[in-house]
């Protein structure tokens, strides 16, 4: 699964990640009532697609070719790979965080809710017609995100530094000619077939 951060604002969350990475997906399909809104008039970044209308295969298109951020309100899993997923609704199980995870690179930030109230009337109502077995497996999914998400780091700018900084240096690990060992690289000195 890729780093989780949580965080209390969403578009900031979207802003910051769109600093930093070329593809920021922000999964914004709801399921609580009433939902907390994710306000896109609020992300800076003015490369901002929108993949839920009828169309949207253009928009989902120019944001592939140019990056942004891209805001979708699909209750489907966005088959585009993507450096960054920011949830404006945490997923009601660990296993539903990390399928919606499943073609992130990098970071999952999930908005953490003010209360757990809705998830949990959410999950009452859902499991009225359950087995015995398929309720306690949910509610252990509900408790183990919950868990996560409480335990995640805030993502802020000092956060989300260290994981940058060791991308960065496993692209320039990936980027430096292989030095030869002592011993190899002094007998190519004095080899006499070597030019």
Same mark, same amino acid.
């Given at each position: ?142 408790? *183990?995100?919950?868990?996560? =998400?409480?335990?995640? +780091?805030?993502?802020?700018?000092? %956060?989300? $530094?260290?994981?940058? !900084? ?5 692209? *320039?690990?990936?980027?430096? =000619?292989?030095?030869? +060992?002592?011993?190899?690289?002094? %007998?190519? $000195?004095?080899?006499? !077939?070597?030019?």
């Amino acid at each position: 699964m890729t780093t989780l951060y949580k965080t209390s604002s969403m578009e900031d969350a979207a802003n910051l990640l769109a600093e930093h990475f070329s593809h920021v997906l922000v999964h914004a399909a709801y399921r609580m009532k009433p939902p907390i809104r994710f306000r896109a008039d609020l992300c800076i970044d003015h490369r901002i697609f929108f993949l839920r209308f009828k169309g949207a295969e253009r928009q989902q298109e120019a944001w592939v070719k140019n990056g942004g951020i891209a805001v979708d309100w699909s209750s489907k899993l966005n088959p585009f790979l993507h450096d960054a997923i920011v949830f404006t609704e945490c997923p009601v199980t660990i296993n539903a965080l990390k399928w919606w995870s499943s073609h992130t690179n990098t970071v999952s930030v999930v908005y953490q809710p003010p209360t757990w109230r809705l998830h949990e009337e959410y999950l009452e109502f859902r499991s009225r017609g359950w087995g015995k077995m398929t309720k306690e497996r949910k509610w252990a999914g509900f408790h *183990a995100v919950k868990e996560a =998400v409480e335990t995640a +780091p805030v993502l802020t700018p000092s %956060s989300l $530094d260290p994981l940058l !900084r060791a991308q960065r240096e496993a692209q *320039a690990q990936r980027l430096c =000619v292989r030095v030869l +060992p002592a011993d190899e690289a002094h %007998s190519a $000195d004095t080899d006499p !077939r070597v030019p």
